[in-house]
């Protein structure tokens, strides 16, 4: 069973960057991220491909988050630009260790999860 590891969370004032990294312990199939803000469910925000690394977006993060890999060092990226409040959550990673079919963003096509890691926007 593959394992994930997230790191990069931190504050930043509204319009600001972070990247946060995760690091899958073997083989994965897609990983993604989800984040969970307060009395909120958990939502996913964006999926890669290992394989072909097509990516997905969901709509609120579209054009100023970017998901990208490095499969040499089994870890993805997600750089996260023009933060804004509404974007506080702990961030999740996950992963799916197999195929085939398609990886949607929703919590229950993904087998492994980190231990998240906390993102706040203000000012």
């Known amino acids: 069973q593959v394992q994930v590891v997230e790191s990069g969370g931190g504050s930043v004032q509204p319009g600001g960057s972070l990247r946060l990294s995760c690091v899958a312990s073997g083989y994965t199939y897609c990983m993604a991220w989800f984040r969970q803000a307060p009395g909120k469910e958990r939502e996913g925000v964006a999926r890669?491909?290992?394989?072909?690394?097509?990516?997905y977006y969901a709509d609120s993060v579209k054009g100023r988050f970017t998901i990208s890999q490095d499969r040499g060092k089994n870890t993805v990226y997600l750089q996260m630009n023009s933060l804004k409040p509404e974007d506080t959550a702990m961030y999740y990673c996950?992963?799916?260790?197999?195929?085939?079919?398609?990886?949607?963003?929703?919590?229950?096509?993904?087998?492994?999860w980190g231990q998240g890691t906390q993102v706040n926007v203000s000012s």
């Open positions: 890669i491909f290992s394989g072909s690394g097509n990516t």
């Open positions: 996950a992963a799916r260790g197999g195929g085939p079919g398609s990886c949607p963003l929703s919590v229950d096509r993904y087998g492994a």
